[in-house]
T-cell receptor
Framework: GAGVSQTPSNKVTEKGKYVELRCDPI?????LYWYRQSLGQGPEFLIY????????DSGLPNDRFFAVRPEGSVSTLKIQRTERGDSAVYLC????????????FGSGTRLTVV | GESVGLHLPTLSVQEGDNSIINCAYS??????FIWYKQESGKGPQFIID?????DKRQGQRVTVLLNKTVKHLSLQIAATQPGDSAVYFC?????????FGAGTRLFVKA
């Protein structure tokens, strides 16, 4: 597609449940990033993929968070045993090369843990 | 810790006036900065970038100024329009990561 697509756009889940958030990057973009944005804050880095591998996952807050990109295109962010503090907008971005150089962001998935 | 941040959380300007959004950073080794615009319900959108070997860069109706001496950059929007209403983030590239400030919300009054 023409842009970065994220699904679902909204997700409400109960505390303790497992969720998966999906990102379809721009076709041909090798770099893919996940960010988390809390209300009133700027996005915070979670993880960066170059191709299929996670080149930097230093932003993942703990081992309940995991992301994959098995074929170097679509990525899934997985959160186990969700907590209310996980509520945020999860943003995906892609770019054509290493480094930021101006990402293209998706519209995000708003996750609410009740 | 080292950070990038904005001076004011909100800015209100009259339609047609120029807007200036300021940002300070702390890492003197920073060499690449980006301004993003975020409208409600959307992801941040790239506006303009600047490298540390430049002190000014112009785009369409936007100009970014970088003052490395005082570690300050600004985004100037000429002839501000209602469609410019959004949150603006300055961001710093650190290798593979982009570090965002907290953002300034720009209100445009008709």
């Amino acid at each position: 597609g023409a842009g970065v697509s994220q699904t679902p756009s909204n997700k409400v889940t109960e505390k303790g449940k497992y969720v998966e958030l999906r990102c379809d990057p721009i076709s041909g973009h090798t770099a893919l990033y996940w960010y988390r944005q809390s209300l009133g804050q700027g996005p915070e880095f979670l993880i960066y993929f170059q191709g299929t591998g996670a080149a930097d996952d230093s932003g993942l807050p703990n081992d309940r968070f995991f992301a994959v990109r098995p074929e170097g295109s679509v990525s899934t962010l997985k959160i186990q045993r969700t907590e209310r503090g996980d509520s945020a907008v999860y943003l995906c971005a892609s770019s054509s090369g290493q480094g930021s150089y101006g990402y293209t962001f998706g519209s995000g998935t708003r996750l609410t843990v009740v | 810790g080292e950070s990038v941040g904005l001076h004011l959380p909100t800015l209100s300007v009259q339609e047609g006036d120029n807007s200036i959004i300021n940002c300070a950073y702390s890492n003197s080794a920073s060499d690449y900065f980006i301004w993003y615009k975020q409208e409600s319900g959307k992801g941040p959108q790239f506006i303009i970038d600047i490298r540390s070997n430049m002190d000014k860069r112009q785009g369409q109706r936007v100009t970014v100024l970088l003052n490395k001496t005082v570690k300050h950059l600004s985004l100037q929007i000429a002839a501000t329009q209602p469609g410019d209403s959004a949150v603006y983030f300055c961001a710093e590239n650190r290798g593979f990561k982009t570090i965002f400030g907290a953002g300034t919300r720009l209100f445009v009054k008709a």
